[in-house]
């Protein structure tokens, strides 16, 4: 099956600064790979995704890159602010089956 | 529309009692996803359906633990008898494609 590693666990940066995490999964059969975003005792939120047939994906301050080849992808936050603080998950979906998970990262912006 | 809805959203109960969890989907979505989060475990995926039909119960922990879906908007999840290691916040999705949508999730504690 499946296998997502996420990196990574925890992120400290200064507001302003960048956030990057990245993700590398194992089944080449994927080819959906969604970002969400957990804030403390909410629900996971879908804040960004990607397909296989596109490389990069930006929306606002985010962006996602994927390579296929190499079987990995990475989430893009510039311009972080303080209520960008949550835990974020990567994901990755062979065709329109179950989404595997990471372990997540969490990230902390520091005011 | 509604989004997801979960229900109860808190549940205490003792060890050895039968628990229910409900979940509707948001109408049209096709796919339902029934995970279970712990911060020793992560977000796990439990049982998917696909048109009310189970796909993948490969999840499912123990036998203790049975998922319905009746119809297309009603599914539920049972654990019984409950054990204080099933203390988690369980979440339901739905999905129309790729995109899932979660619930506020159900946060379960079995003293």
């Known amino acids: 099956g499946e296998n997502v590693e996420q990196h990574p666990s925890t992120l400290s940066v200064q507001e302003g600064d960048s956030a990057v995490i990245k993700c590398t999964y194992s089944?080449?059969?994927?080819?959906?790979f969604p970002w969400y975003k957990q804030e403390l005792g909410k629900r996971p939120q879908l804040i960004i995704d990607?397909?296989?047939?596109?490389g990069e994906k930006k929306d606002q301050r985010i962006a996602v890159t994927l390579n296929k080849t190499a079987k990995h992808f990475s989430l893009h936050i510039t311009e972080t602010q303080p209520e960008d603080s949550a835990v974020y998950f990567c994901a990755a979906t062979p065709n329109a089956g179950k989404s595997t998970f990471g372990d997540g990262t969490t990230l902390t912006v520091k005011p | 529309d509604a989004g997801v809805i979960q229900s109860p959203r808190h549940e205490v109960t003792e060890m050895g009692q039968e628990v229910t969890l409900r979940c509707k989907p948001i109408?049209?979505?096709?796919?339902l996803f029934w995970y279970r989060q712990t911060m020793m475990r992560g977000l796990e995926l439990l049982i998917y359906?696909?048109?009310?039909?189970?796909?993948?119960d490969s999840g499912m922990p123990e036998d203790r633990f049975s998922a319905k879906m009746p119809n297309a908007s009603f599914s539920t999840l049972k654990i019984q008898p409950s054990e204080p290691r099933d203390s988690a916040v369980y979440f339901c999705?739905?999905?129309?494609?790729?995109?899932?949508?979660f619930g506020p999730g159900t946060r379960l504690t079995v003293t």
């Open positions: 990607i397909r296989s047939n596109v």
């Open positions: 109408s049209g979505h096709n796919s």
């Open positions: 359906f696909n048109n009310n039909v189970p796909i993948d």
């Open positions: 089944d080449s059969a994927s080819n959906y």
């Open positions: 999705a739905s999905s129309l494609g790729n995109e899932q949508y």
